[in-house]
């Protein structure tokens, strides 16, 4: 299985909704990845977990609260978001104990503020 | 990780090779070439990554220049489902090591 999925594909939501993006992988991996993408801009990274630990922060407002609960999962919580935040979120995994570590990427939640 | 440049876009007829080139003249010794692409509102993909030999595999062709400043991605016979954003990357090696990704190149195979 070298799958990663994530669910819901689109998501529409007001300001003041709190709602999540979930991500999941069979791969064993202990690496995954949150990235954001605006329409015609390459991907943004916006965190890293490592063996289910926060290792990088890309300096994201705090209204994105990542969660890795285990090796298989990672979730995004999102509140007050604005409209600006609309975009398409990828999320990533990777062996970290290969030299190269080629990230396998889900096909992405589309978010749309209202 | 290095800073990489690519043409913004570029055509290709189908049947023919695509060939899409990367320049990173501030790779330094120990930094990999990374090729993904991504098809219009799907996750990118790996394609084929590279140190300083050249490299194959099933999808496509991989050359570095001797001084590791460029690069060339090559899919031998394109096909219309090639069509997608073609991102050169250069990336260290680590543990858990994020993807900086670039503007890439719009490729678009033609009938």
């Known amino acids: 299985d070298t799958e990663v999925t994530q669910t819901p594909k689109h998501l529409v939501m007001g300001m003041t909704n709190k709602k999540s993006l979930k991500c999941e992988q069979h791969?064993?991996?202990?690496?995954m990845y949150w990235y954001k993408q605006k329409a015609k801009k390459p991907p943004e990274l916006m965190f890293v977990?490592?063996?289910?630990?926060?290792?990088i922060n890309e300096s994201v407002p705090s209204r994105f609260s990542p969660e890795c609960p285990n090796s298989s999962l990672l979730n995004l919580h999102l509140h007050a978001l604005q409209p600006e935040d609309s975009a398409l979120y990828l999320c990533?995994?990777?062996?970290?104990?290969?030299?190269?570590?080629?990230?396998?990427f889900g096909p992405g939640t589309r978010l749309t503020v209202l | 990780d290095a800073k990489t440049t690519q043409p913004p876009s570029m055509d290709c007829a189908e049947g023919r090779a695509a060939n899409l080139p990367c320049n990173h003249s501030?790779?330094?010794?120990?930094?990999?070439v990374y090729w993904y692409r991504q098809i219009h509102s799907q996750g990118p993909q790996y394609i084929i990554h590279?140190?300083?030999n050249n490299e194959t595999n099933e999808m496509a062709s991989l050359i570095i220049t001797e001084d590791r400043k460029s690069s060339t991605l090559i899919l031998p016979h394109a096909t219309l489902r090639d069509t997608a954003v073609y991102y050169c990357?250069?990336?260290?090696?680590?543990?858990?090591?994020?993807?900086?990704f670039g503007s890439g190149t719009q490729l678009t195979v033609l009938p």
């Open positions: 990533a995994s990777s062996n970290p104990q290969r030299r190269n570590n080629e990230q396998f």
């Open positions: 791969m064993g991996h202990r690496a």
């Open positions: 977990y490592s063996y289910e630990k926060l290792s």
């Open positions: 501030t790779i330094s010794g120990n930094e990999y």
């Open positions: 590279g140190l300083k």
């Open positions: 990357i250069v990336r260290g090696t680590g543990s858990a090591r994020q993807l900086t």
